[in-house]
């Protein structure tokens, strides 16, 4: 009888450690067992960015600009002709500029001339157009122009204004000036200038008096000193 409940223990002990194997695979790993670690995933793009060598020209140490320039001009009533000057300019600061300039253009006949058939306002040297100016400009936007892949230049793009004279018709006239430029740095030293400028004075010669616009569009190269 004895040895019957022994086998009955045994079979009820085997039965119990079978049930706590199962329960544990059942409800997941144990406390014991740490979690598999997830590998990250490969980097399928991988940047490859090439970096460019620049060489910029940047503005000489030196503050000024001396040059010469030369475009059309129109002046009113008197048609369009050929201007040629002369600038010097002193650099006070990075963005603030004053300027000379001295340019002389001549002017045309009138349309009153043509139609008159020889009739004469002005002689010839009272046609010749000169004027000179002392003005204050701005680099209203400094920047960066490009040529290829491997050249960088000094852009600036400026406002200038100022007063001066203008010898025409046989008398000097009190002259405004105001325009817009655009200075392209090609090396260290040598720039070059496109320049949009309207000179402004009182004239009466075909009547009353009254205030003329005078265009002026130029190109000009300049060296920094």
Request: net charge negative; with cysteine.
């Amino acid at each position: 009888m004895e040895s019957r409940f022994r086998v009955l223990f045994l079979i009820v002990a085997v039965a119990m450690l079978s049930g706590c194997a199962a329960t544990r695979n059942l409800f997941g790993p144990g406390r014991d067992e740490a979690p598999p670690i997830a590998e990250p995933p490969e980097q399928v793009i991988e940047p490859e960015v090439e970096r460019r060598d620049i060489r910029e020209p940047a503005i000489d140490t030196e503050n000024f600009e001396i040059g010469a320039f030369t475009g059309i001009m129109s002046i009113e009533d008197f048609g369009t002709d050929l201007v040629y000057g002369v600038r010097l300019a002193y650099h006070v600061t990075e963005g603030l500029f004053v300027e000379g300039t001295l340019g002389r253009s001549e002017g045309g006949l009138t349309s009153f001339e043509q139609l008159s058939g020889g009739a004469r306002l002005l002689s010839d040297s009272d046609r010749v157009y000169t004027y000179y100016n002392l003005n204050l400009g701005y680099n209203l936007l400094p920047g960066e122009g490009f040529v290829g892949e491997g050249r960088a230049f000094n852009t600036s793009l400026y406002l200038i204004a100022g007063l001066g004279s203008t010898r025409f018709a046989g008398d000097d006239r009190f002259t405004i000036n105001v325009g817009v430029g655009y200075r392209f740095l090609l090396t260290d030293s040598i720039a070059l200038h496109i320049d949009f400028r309207d000179h402004l004075f009182d004239i009466d010669i075909l009547g009353a008096e009254n205030t003329v616009h005078n265009l002026e569009a130029a190109l000009g190269v300049a060296v920094f000193f």
